[in-house]
C-alpha cells in the first residue's frame, strides 16, 4: 500500500479511478486488498492509515537524528555528488 500511494487520499483517488473506470483493484501479494469486497475497501483504508502513521513515524525519527548529530557537531547534509570533471580529474 505504501508503495502504491503516497498518502491515504492518494490511495483513495486512485482507487476511485479504478472504480471509475469499471474495474477493480486486486493486489498480488494478498487478497484481503480487494475493491470487489467490503472487507477489501476496509483493508485498504485502514492500512492506507496505518502507512501514513509509519511514514509520519519514520520522518520524525529522521528529523530527530538529524537534530542529535548536529547536536554532535557531525555532518548532516550528503556531499555534493561529483560531477563529471571531478571524477575525470580523479
Known amino acids: 500500500i505504501g508503495r502504491l500511494a503516497g498518502s491515504t487520499f492518494d490511495l483513495f483517488a486512485i482507487v476511485k479511478r479504478i472504480v471509475d473506470a469499471k474495474a477493480q483493484f486486486r ?3 494478498g487478497p484481503w486488498a480487494d475493491t470487489g469486497t467490503n472487507t477489501g ?3 485498504l483504508a485502514v492500512l492506507g492509515g496505518l502507512a501514513d502513521v509509519e511514514r509520519d513515524l519514520i520522518r ?3 528529523a530527530e537524528g538529524r537534530s542529535r548529530a548536529k547536536a554532535q557537531g ?3 547534509r ?3 555528488e561529483k560531477g563529471r570533471v571531478d571524477r575525470t580529474l580523479m
Open 60 to 62: 520524525t525519527r529522521r
Open 78 to 80: 550528503r556531499s555534493a
Open 27 to 29: 493486489s498480488l501479494a
Open 74 to 76: 557531525k555532518h548532516t
Open 41 to 43: 475497501r476496509l483493508m
